[in-house]
Structures are given as C-alpha cells and as structure tokens.
C-alpha cells in the first residue's frame, strides 16, 4: 500500500512540476514582467500562473522573470515607458495609474456600469478589451499592447471614519481620499462629497489626522493597509466600480516572438486573467470576517438604494465623453459589452431555473 501512495505521489509531483524543469533548457526568449506590488497581493498571484504556464507549454523556449516592487520602475509613468522602450516586457497598471498615456482606460472606473463578477468577468474576456487594445496600440504608434483585463482587488466600495453612508445624501461633506485623476474626483464630487487627492502612502496618517475620511478601495486593500487601526470603520458595498487590472506588453518584443510562442504568451495571459479574477474572491470573505469581528461596520445597500447612488452618478458619464479623449468611443463599447453579457447571461437563468 505504502509503495502504491509512493508511486502516485511521485507521479502527482512530476506532473505538476513546471514542464521547463525538465526541458531541453534552450531558452530562446525571456519575459521581464514587474508589478508595483507584493507577493501578498493578486497581481503575484497572476504572475506565479503566467510563468508556470508560459515556461511549461513552451518547452523551456521562453522565460519569466518576476520583478514584484520597485526594482525596475516606481511608477506608472516610469513603467508604461520601459514597456514601450522595450527594457520591461510586461506590467501591470491601475486604470488610474495608466491614465495620463491613455485617458480612456478610466472608463473601467465610471460607477455602476457592471453589476456583479460574472457581468465583468464576460466583458472583459471579449472584444471589449480587444477595442481598447486596437485604441492603445494607435495611442503609443505601436509601442504598447494591451494583453488582458484582470482584477486586482474586487470591487471598489465607499469607506469611512465618521458613519454608515446608506445613500447620496450621506455622502455628503465628507472628505474622501482620492488619486489625481480627474474622474474618481468628479465621481465624489456628483455624490456630494470632498475629493481629496492623497498618495497612497500617506493614506493611513491622513485618516489617523482627519485630513481624510473616506475612500473608495477595496476590503484586501482595507485590511492589508490596517486602515481599520486609523479610524476606518464604515464600508458600504455599494460596489460602484471593478478594480480592472491592465496587462501591458512590448509589442515589438510580443511580434518579435514566432506565432507559436505568441499564442503560448496569450494563453498565458488568459490563465493569469482567470487567476486574478479568483483570488480576490477567495482573499475577500477573510478580508471581510476580519473587518467586521474588529468592529467594523459593513452595510450593503436596498437595490433602490444603489439605483440612488447610480442615479446620483450618472452625469460622470456625460463628463467623461465631453472631456476625456476616446471617451465616447470606449464608453459606447463598455456599454455595448455589458448588454451583450447581461443577455447571454440572462439567457443562460433562464434554461438553469426552469
């Protein structure tokens, strides 16, 4: 029996070890990939299924390398432009943080457009992010590809020191953190609140001093940071918008590749968007134990309460057409993507309930 568990453990073990361990070793290709994160966060946990994979189904052909941090760029800025020279092959940006190269991209920030995973999850593994990938590679001349839409945190949702925000009007006055970028500001401003721009560093002393009191994050970035110990105590799942993870590749390094060993690279890619998509899911529900058990206050919205919020919000999309570039284009798309899954989805209830 001992011998028998031996054979099949030692079987298991070769199967699942990454086939480039034991590859003929001529690596022809290697891919730098960074993330201005930690081993804790999602993005790594994407990275981890991208390499195993890419470095098994080539045959050893193409290397990962992992760059969690700041060792080859700080910011996006810094990153998106060793993407396009070519020195970094592969990261991964915010909608916020690649916004001042490609302003459309905070389209993926504009509230209450997709209502749940599933209806995110659909659109972001169709032609939706194709179209955005078509803008962006026209935006760089070439430079900068797009290669898929992750999640990198679940879903954002309002959070605050002061009370329970059940609807607009208990939003307003208060100070909330935002980043720079003009939409998130715009969003709290329609909501009735004070955008207050803070690097993200800063964010838990801000909170301790009052300097802010709110924040649109979501629950593993909520307990990763410890706000709760600054004063955060309030969150309402208003889920107001996806927190989209960009994966950016050099193009001219992906084309410099043979097409087989692209299409290795694009399943990777398709493996590393579905383990970002799960691992927040899985991170979440002791994210939200833990907020609740040290007190916390976690309210989710009456649906006529979150049709308030939306209808509060809604004249973000009119600024945003008016005054992003491509703003429009990529708007129409969004909302195109999202019928079309709402109905496959919806087609889909009805043939599981009946």
Known sequence: MLKTLTKVAATAAFLIAP?????????????????????????????IVFKNYVEAASNGKIGVEIFMGTQLCANGAECLEGVAEGSIDVYISTSGGAAGIFPYVQVLDLPYLMANDRVAEEVLTGDFTRKMRDMALETSDGAIRLMTIGNTGGWRNFANTKRRVQGPADMEGLKIRTVVADLPQELVRAL????????????????????????KNGITDIMGMKFPDAGLQYVTLDGHAYMGALWWMSNENFMAMPEDMRRVVVDGFSQLQQATFASPKRKSIDAYAAFVEGGGDLYVPTPDEKAAFAAAAEPVQAWFRDNVDGGSEILDALIAAVGEAEAGLNAGYERDLN
């Open 19 to 47: 086939m480039a361990a034991w590859a003929d070793g001529h690596q022809e290709f290697t891919i730098r990939a960074t993330a201005n994160s930690n081993e804790n966060d999602e993005d790594y946990d994407g990275l």
């Open 192 to 215: 009735g609140a004070s955008p207050t721009p803070i690097p993200w560093p800063e964010l838990f002393t801000s909170f301790q001093t009052g300097v802010v009191e709110g924040s």
